[in-house]
């Protein structure tokens, strides 16, 4: 949790907002975005902020409604994103708990919202974007999820050793992915990657993902 200003903690003194946002939007040629949670503490805080935004130009929000206090806990309550959309003119842009090209469909629906933002979705399925697009299946099957494990892994594994040097850093950073991974199917295989201290075992590991 950002305990100073900095991030969603600015949103403990709201009263900064309504110099900075005009502030920001005086000096921005461009599309000028604001990125924040629901509040703080109270998931309603977002609600007494539109007017500002509004009166200040901005161009489209994009929400993420957890509190800052609650972190990652529990679940993004998408219907303040709903109640956002329809109380202001701004586009907002849905943003939180989207894994599945399924799940990001209805979310849009239901919130109206005008797109989504996906963060750990993303990192666990790359195709995610392709997926909501109705460019490739919505779901991959075992096979396909491997497939896909397989080479997303190896060329992550590729490109860090291209910009990272010493095997555990380099390892520690294509295991950061599994954070954001929850397949049940392929929890042991992922148990056992996790637990690779050689680069050449991870190769070895992953070439046998199936
Ligand atoms: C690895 C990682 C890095 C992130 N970095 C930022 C950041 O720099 N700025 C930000 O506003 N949010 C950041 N976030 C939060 C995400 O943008 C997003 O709001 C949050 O993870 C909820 O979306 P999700 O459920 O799709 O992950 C980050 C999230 C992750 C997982």
Excluded: W
């Amino acid at each position: 949790m950002t305990t100073g200003l900095t991030g969603g903690g600015i949103l403990q003194q709201p009263e900064l907002l309504q110099e900075l946002i005009p502030a920001l939007r005086s000096v921005i040629s461009g599309s000028f975005s604001v990125k924040l949670r629901s509040g703080y503490a109270d998931p309603q805080q977002i609600f007494t902020l539109l007017p500002l935004f509004e009166t200040a130009g901005v161009d489209f929000l994009v929400l993420h409604p957890r509190t800052v206090v609650q972190e990652y806990e529990g679940r993004a309550d998408h219907t303040v994103t709903a109640r956002v959309v329809q109380e202001t003119g701004i586009p907002v842009i849905a943003n939180g708990d989207v894994r599945t090209a399924t799940e990001g469909l209805q979310l849009l629906e239901q919130t109206r919202a005008a797109g989504l933002m996906l963060g750990r979705g993303a990192i666990a399925d790359p195709l995610l974007f392709t997926r909501l697009r109705q460019r490739t299946v919505a779901q991959p099957d075992r096979s396909e999820r491997a497939a896909m494990l397989r080479f997303y892994l190896t060329g992550l594994l590729e490109r860090y050793q291209r910009i990272f040097c010493g095997e555990q850093q380099i390892l520690g950073k294509v295991k950061s992915v599994f954070a954001c991974m929850d397949d049940p199917a392929f929890a042991r295989q992922i148990k056992g990657l996790k637990k690779a201290v050689a680069i050449r075992k991870f190769q070895e590991l992953l070439a046998s993902l199936s």
